[in-house]
T-cell receptor
């Protein structure tokens, strides 16, 4: 089966650092993606990991451990505009389509 | 470069009716995936079309069907609407297989009364 878990909600302060965790159990693994989704808008791509380790893109970093079925998204120097839902998605191996299995999303609120 | 577009933006239907949602993929993309996102949840995969053929399907009943056209635009059709079909329907396009991310459209908000 496919199961992806994320915390439902998180709160952090402007300028701080926040880590959003994601654990997954899927029938295969062919990459993990993080998307940002503001209320009422489309998800936008943030990062992609297929090998273990840390990928850094500006204020955003994403980490993957395939043996632990674990990933996290790290957001530094938080800004008010970072208030959004963050979606973890896994592409299972063996699916010839590019369909993703999404987690429920973590709603992050950044407070002044 | 034109992004993914969807129409209509919002739609209200009653139970038992049929609905067609439309998606134009991003320029150069030949693969379109459809997702259903209920309020407060992550998107759920409905199906994917690649070169006008269904290329994978999630756990949705046959009353959810689709088409892809030669220009790679796509339609999602839902028959015999149920109240639980109320959701945001997202279309995502990508360039065929591989590690490329999917680019999402703004979605169609469907309300079934």
């Amino acid at each position: 089966g496919q199961n992806i878990d994320q915390p439902t909600e998180m709160t952090a302060t402007e300028g701080a650092i926040v880590q959003i965790n994601c654990t997954y159990q899927t029938s295969g693994f062919n990459g993990l993606f993080w998307y940002q989704q503001h209320a009422g808008e489309a998800p936008t791509f943030l990062s992609y990991n297929v090998l273990d380790g840390l990928e850094e893109k500006g204020r955003f970093s994403s980490f993957l451990s395939r043996s632990k079925g674990y990933s996290y998204l790290l957001l530094k120097e938080l800004q008010m505009k970072d208030s959004a839902s963050y979606l973890c998605a896994v592409r299972p191996r063996g699916n010839y389509g590019q369909n993703f299995v999404f987690g429920p999303g973590t709603r992050l609120s950044v407070l002044p | 470069e034109t992004g993914v577009t969807q129409s209509p933006t919002h739609l209200i239907k009653t139970r038992g009716q049929q609905v067609t949602l439309r998606c134009s993929s991003q320029s150069g993309h030949n693969t379109v995936s459809w997702y259903q996102q209920a309020l407060g949840q992550g998107p759920q995969f409905i199906f994917q079309y690649y070169r006008e053929e269904e290329n994978g399907r999630g756990n949705f009943p046959p009353r959810f069907s689709g088409l892809q056209f030669p220009n790679y635009s796509s339609e999602l059709n839902v028959n015999a609407l149920e109240l639980d079909d109320s959701a945001l329907y997202l279309c995502a396009s990508s360039y065929t297989q591989g590690y490329n991310e999917q680019f999402f459209g703004p979605g169609t908000r469907l309300t079934v009364l």
